[in-house]
């Protein structure tokens, strides 16, 4: 069935370094994955995603890649902020059929140490 | 520019009862997806809305269950409660029923007694 794995499931950085978190999908019809950042109490906020059609997209600090044969897709955050600790999700969808469900990954609890 | 907003907050029940959550969408959004986010885990999709009919739905039992109205608001309805139906329920909009980009709400987080 759909699944998507993501790694790590906790990741400790000091400012300023990058943080990578990576995720494996399965269905290979996807052609959308967008990543959000959940902070404690509140909803889902989608922070950047890419479409099948590309291979990298960076938006500021953040960037994401995706290697569709391998079927893997990374998120890459730079010069990490404090502010930037949260439980992050990536997720993948096969939008432009009848639905365009998200399949969500574990999470990965980024923690930056000031 | 209203985003996604939920109601109740928080909500408490016991089992056997029926709950119902409402979700008014993102303005200009016409599709409203219903998610279940267990404690430390992932969002897990329980069906999508659109034209006021269900598209498709996830992984949950007939307790679950919905309504999109003709302004685009949806409830979800969760009948026979059980302690493992205790999550955060989150709603997600978008627009077109075709547009992959989902916008969620803050969520509801019903706790079963």
């Known amino acids: 069935g759909e699944n998507v794995e993501q790694h790590p499931s906790t990741l400790s950085v000091q400012e300023g370094d990058s943080a990578v978190i990576k995720c494996t999908y399965s269905?290979?019809?996807?052609?959308?994955f967008p990543w959000y950042k959940q902070e404690l109490g509140k909803g889902p906020q989608l922070i950047i995603d890419?479409?099948?059609?590309?291979g990298e997209k960076k938006d500021q600090r953040i960037a994401v890649t995706l290697n569709k044969t391998a079927k893997h897709f990374s998120l890459h955050i730079t010069e990490t902020q404090p502010e930037d600790s949260a439980v992050y999700f990536c997720a993948a969808s096969s939008y432009g059929g009848a639905t365009n469900k998200l399949i969500f990954g574990t999470g990965t609890l980024l923690a930056v140490q000031p | 520019d209203a985003g996604v907003t939920q109601s109740p907050t928080h909500l408490i029940k016991t089992r056997g009862q029926q709950v119902t959550l409402r979700c008014s969408p993102k303005?200009?959004?016409?599709?409203v997806s219903w998610y279940q986010q267990a404690l430390g885990q992932g969002p897990q999709f329980i069906f999508q809305?659109?034209?006021?009919?269900?598209?498709q739905r996830g992984n949950f039992p007939d307790r679950f269950s919905g309504h999109q109205f003709p302004n685009y608001s949806s409830e979800l309805n969760v009948n026979a409660l059980l302690l493992g139906d205790s999550a955060l329920y989150l709603c997600?909009?978008?627009?077109?029923?075709?547009?992959?980009?989902?916008?969620f709400g803050p969520g509801t987080r019903l706790l079963v007694l």
């Open positions: 809305y659109y034209e006021e009919e269900e598209r």
């Open positions: 890419i479409r099948s059609n590309v």
């Open positions: 997600a909009s978008s627009l077109g029923g075709v547009r992959e980009t989902q916008y």
């Open positions: 269905d290979s019809a996807s052609n959308y």
């Open positions: 303005s200009g959004h016409d599709t």
